[in-house]
Structure formats: C-alpha cells, structure tokens
Nanobody, 118 residues
C-alpha cells in the first residue's frame, strides 16, 4: 500500500525557515525520483523540486537558492529545507514519486500547510 505522509509545515514569518519531511512506504524508495509539489489557493499544483535516487537535484526558478531537497534512502524519507521564505511560498506542500515505479504515480499524500505571513 503506497503511503506518502508529509509533515513539518507551519506558520512562519517572511525570511524564516522550515524543514518539511515526507515518509514514504509501500514503494521501492531507492528506485524512485521524488519531488515536492505545492498548491496555493486558487492555483494548480506546481513541481518545485526533484531529487533522483542518487541525489541529483533540480528546482524551479522561484525557489532556486532558497530551497534544498534531500533524501535518506535508508529511512525512506525525503526532505525539503526551505529558507528565506516569502509570502508567495504559502501553499500546501506535497511529496510524490515523479519518476520510477509507474504504479505509484497517482498517489498523493494529504500535504502539509506552509503559511508565510507577518
């Protein structure tokens, strides 16, 4: 059974930091590239960061230099370190398999809310 459980969100002030975590189960974690998506109110979900099984990362321009995605293949965990947060980063953040086991592509967790506000 595929499960993706995001945690670590919260309310932070502009310029602050948060570290999001995603616990994955029911997947062959180390064959899958993982990604973090976010969805702001009234907007579609957007992919903001990806990481390959061996740790190669990519970021959308809007978070480049501020966010860092990482993973621990021994724990089936993926993380998103978010620094220098801006109000426009406010969204629900989701982790997801973005490449690898096709059977897992349709699965989403419930997400974790990140609110950046003064």
């Amino acid at each position: 059974q595929v499960q993706l459980v995001e945690s670590g969100g919260g309310l932070v002030q502009p310029g602050g930091s948060l570290r999001l975590s995603c616990a994955a189960s029911g997947i062959v974690f180390d064959v899958n590239s993982m990604g973090w998506y976010r969805q702001a109110p009234g907007k579609q979900r957007e992919l903001v960061a990806t990481i390959t099984p061996r740790g190669t990362t990519m970021y959308v321009d809007s978070v480049e230099g501020r966010f860092s995605i990482s993973r621990d293949n021994t724990k089936n965990m993926v993380y998103l370190q978010m620094n220098s947060l801006k109000p426009e980063d406010t969204a629900v953040y989701y982790c997801k398999v973005v490449r690898g086991e096709i059977r897992t592509y349709a699965y989403w967790g419930q997400g974790t809310q990140v609110t950046v506000s003064s």
